[in-house]
């Protein structure tokens, strides 16, 4: 699902709010999850999952094309773990 079928869908299970309102909502859901975790937070919701960041160690890359080595630099990167409920129902 992208982002545009989660408004849709969430638009025809709420036909009493406007298109708008509903993407200003989702805008605001997934704003508000990256402010979080660019602040070094960690946003959990019950029973779906928790979003968090790793950190990532300044590493030798090799480019893909010419074999050339590469130097990447340390990072953070979003990371996503699953809820207790959510993997049982995947599982069913």
Do not use: C, H, W
Request: aromatic share 6%.
């Amino acid at each position: 699902m992208i982002r545009s079928e989660l408004v849709q869908t969430l638009a025809a299970e709420n036909p009493d709010l406007s298109l708008r309102d509903i993407e200003a909502l989702v805008t605001t859901f997934f704003d508000e999850i990256i402010k979080r975790l660019a602040s070094g937070g960690r946003v959990e919701l019950r029973g779906f999952g928790a979003f968090s960041t790793r950190a990532r160690d300044a590493r030798t890359g090799r480019n893909p094309r010419t074999g050339e080595l590469v130097d990447v630099d340390a990072k953070r990167v979003p990371y996503f773990k699953p809820g207790k409920e959510m993997r049982a129902n995947l599982n069913v």
